[in-house]
């Protein structure tokens, strides 16, 4: 099935706003067994729509537009379709209706404006819009049928999901992969993922898909129906296995999430000692509604002064090794534990850069320790270079300090081989 | 100048990554006084790339095309030029020399595969980079300059910028801004914006643009060059004006990097006592190289625990007013301030959602207190609804959070009025 998409607006074609809607629909139509063969991005004019949706009648079995579909002057969507196809705007009298029962709804006359949202091409067919006044339409011409979606994600999002895609998988007969199942890594690069993915055979009915955020690498399976749920299940206790320690998690779409679930089954609490991440990974559980039942608190102790009198980190120690080495880590970590009475703490000390520097311990070095009742677990690492950038650094120093509270509850070793960070040392007590 | 864009590669069309760098060439080329006709985004197909390229030759004078010229075998661009143009790939010796060099400088041997990146079609003329193996290379056919760039992102940026943005003022007598200036709003809209500077007169010379990134909307004016600087400097300070308490800065990218400045050059130290941001304030101050001069450390009390006993804040206090409330906000700002004896505490405590609101806190209420040697100033604030999500209404409050230093440091009210945010109740002391 021949499906493109026409991207449309002038902030999206400028580069005003990133096309994060076009990369989503992309995504959510692969997960169901489609394809896009090209997209095309306009502005705003006239003339470019017309010429877009002309251009690509007769040449796609379906064409998905998106933008242009609300009360404002830039608005032409419905309009360049009606021009491109020769045809007249007719009001749909029940969106009309729909429209003004919420503004009623909401103590409000309908400004005129919104009139124009229900105007749609003669011969469309209105798609329903629950959570805002531009209703979408699909309406075939040249044997193409054009799909128009709103441009505010949260309700494209909604139509694709609720309307769009379960049209398209019934009435084009898509084989939708009857599972996906996605596996979180970190620590090595596509290649050689792939590489490590080649050992494993691709069982027929299954299809391999990679999505790069760093500092993740999402490994996605699309299952296809024609396979038992023995060999699936095996397939993906293969690919684990083969991930090694790159592997962080089953359909989780971060490290913390990963964590969440664990700490939540275990009823443990957490508290964080950060220096460089700067407050990132409590941030990044607090993301995360609910994990209030975890996290009892955390620290930025960014100053010696602050590491020295908020963690009781010893003078001496920041003497003799300085502020970026195991043993800070370990009492900023010690200290958080003891302070908060915590069942377990996590500390990170390092070098973001792109200052700070030097030859024994260059931009990237980032020390770790995770302190548990028990005892405590240090390495120091480099995590990545000047090249990585200092948000970089702060971004996979965060994911290795949230994996090791993720080893800690799986009852795993916390060194793991990750192939990018070099381990330069390590510790235990 | 008819100038497109052709994004080529399976990833970006397929959503796996967000299309990021064909943002960033549609800002710069605007910058430059050039706007994007439109553009495409096709795979990795070589009949994809042919029809592409086929299609826009003739129909525009320029079209910069990105990706596909790496040294595997799903890189297709030069040689889908070639088979467009019909004509033959010529080895450039120089980039050969370039690559060969590089990797001997490098203690290795250059693999075969990366001799595929010197062999251009015959008549293009090659674009140096600096900073990979992948050259560019710009070739005219059919009127139409077809200009090839490279995917890595820091590899593109310092190619458009280095070579083809400086050839293509000279080459097509661009007249480009002379100047640039960035003004940085949050908390209204890009209509509110609009309507607010609607009463400044826009003189001919000065292009005005919006480029939204939440919780931002930055107001971009382009000079062409004909007003007087006069008229010109009196523009700015008509707009600011005009933007009231929205405007948080000049050319900065985020609030974080406007309180950076000022803090530097005041000399006074800050911390940070967070609640609902999760150490999202004091992250996004440790983001900026240097802020080791003044941000001496930060606490993330999540839980009523953290905050009495770390901070001191009374358990009546909570008992009688509740974590989310100024009077919680000021003894957390307090405690922080005397603890670190800092110059500046600024606290943030509330409801980020989904779960936790009331009626009489309903998600989104959150309480700020900036305290400093001389006192206090607290208030507590509507900054979003459960519409924003947790994520959204995290951001707003740490951007509420640090313009309250902003504001302090630049000795003006803290209580603004932002448009978005609704004040409940504000007190000081």
């Known amino acids: 099935?021949?499906?493109?998409?026409?991207?449309?607006?002038?902030?999206?074609?400028?580069?005003?706003?990133?096309?994060?809607?076009?990369?989503?629909?992309?995504?959510?139509?692969?997960?169901?067994?489609?394809?896009?063969?090209?997209?095309?991005?306009?502005?705003?004019?006239m003339d470019d729509l017309v010429a877009a949706f002309s251009n690509r009648a007769?040449?796609?079995?379906?064409?998905?537009?998106?933008?242009?579909?609300?009360?404002?002057?830039?608005?032409?969507?419905?309009?360049?379709?009606?021009?491109?196809?020769?045809a007249e705007l007719v009001?749909?009298?029940?969106?009309?209706?729909?429209?003004?029962?919420?503004?009623?709804?909401?103590?409000?006359?309908?400004?005129?404006?919104?009139?124009?949202?229900?105007?749609?091409?003669?011969?469309?067919?209105?798609?329903?819009?629950p959570v805002g006044t531009a209703c979408g339409f699909r309406v075939l011409w040249q044997g193409t049928w054009f799909v128009f979606t709103p441009g505010v994600p949260s309700e494209l999002k909604k139509m694709v999901d609720d309307e769009i895609l379960p049209w398209l998988v019934r009435d084009f007969s898509i084989t939708s992969p009857s599972q996906l199942y996605r596996l979180l890594t970190t620590g090595r690069g596509e290649s050689a993922l792939a590489e490590q993915l080649g050992q494993v055979a691709l069982p027929d009915g299954v299809d391999l898909g990679y999505r790069a955020s760093l500092p993740y690498i999402e490994i996605k399976l699309m299952r296809r129906g024609e396979i038992s749920e023995e060999r699936w299940l095996k397939l993906i206790d293969d690919i684990r296995v083969a991930l090694g320690d790159?592997?962080?998690?089953?359909?989780?779409?971060?490290?913390?999430?990963?964590?969440h679930q664990l700490l939540l089954e275990q009823g443990k609490t957490v508290v964080t000692a950060e220096s460089c991440t700067g407050g990132m990974v409590a941030s990044n559980l607090v993301d995360i509604a609910g994990s209030s039942a975890y996290l009892l608190g955390g620290w930025v102790t960014y100053s010696n002064q602050a590491k020295?009198?908020?963690?009781?980190?010893?003078?001496?120690?920041?003497?003799?090794?300085?502020?970026?080495?195991?043993?800070?880590?370990?009492?900023?970590?010690?200290?958080?534990?003891?302070?908060?009475?915590?069942?377990?703490?996590?500390?990170?000390t390092g070098i973001a850069g792109p200052d700070g520097g030097t030859e024994d311990k260059p931009v990237g070095t980032v020390a770790f320790a995770l302190a548990h009742r028990g005892g405590y677990v240090a390495q120091i690492l480099r995590v990545g270079t000047k090249r990585h950038g200092r948000d970089g650094i702060r971004k996979l120093s965060?994911?290795?300090?949230?994996?090791?509270?993720?080893?800690?509850?799986?009852?795993?070793p916390l060194l793991a081989d990750y192939g990018f960070f070099k381990r330069i040392d390590s510790n235990q007590g």
Not at 58 to 83: C, H, K, Q, Y
Not at 324 to 343: N, T, W, Y
């Open 1 to 45: 099935m021949h499906i493109e998409m026409i991207c449309t607006g002038e902030e999206v074609l400028s580069g005003q706003i990133v096309d994060t809607n076009a990369a989503w629909v992309a995504q959510r139509l692969l997960d169901t067994g489609l394809e896009f063969h090209s997209r095309i991005t306009v502005g705003d004019r």
């Open 91 to 129: 009001l749909h009298q029940g969106w009309l209706k729909t429209m003004t029962d919420w503004f009623e709804k909401n103590g409000r006359v309908m400004p005129d404006s919104n009139i124009k949202q229900a105007m749609l091409p003669a011969g469309a067919v209105m798609i329903d819009n």
């Open 398 to 412: 965060a994911t290795v300090a949230l994996d090791m509270i993720r080893r800690h509850l799986r009852d795993e």
């Open 246 to 259: 790159s592997w962080l998690g089953d359909n989780v779409y971060n490290v913390a999430e990963a964590c």
């Open 58 to 86: 007769g040449r796609a079995d379906v064409v998905l537009v998106n933008g242009g579909l609300g009360p404002t002057i830039d608005d032409l969507s419905s309009e360049a379709m009606a021009i491109a196809m020769g």
């Open 308 to 348: 020295q009198q908020e963690l009781g980190v010893g003078a001496n120690t920041l003497a003799e090794y300085g502020a970026v080495s195991m043993q800070v880590a370990v009492e900023m970590a010690q200290g958080a534990l003891q302070k908060l009475d915590s069942d377990i703490a996590i500390s990170i």
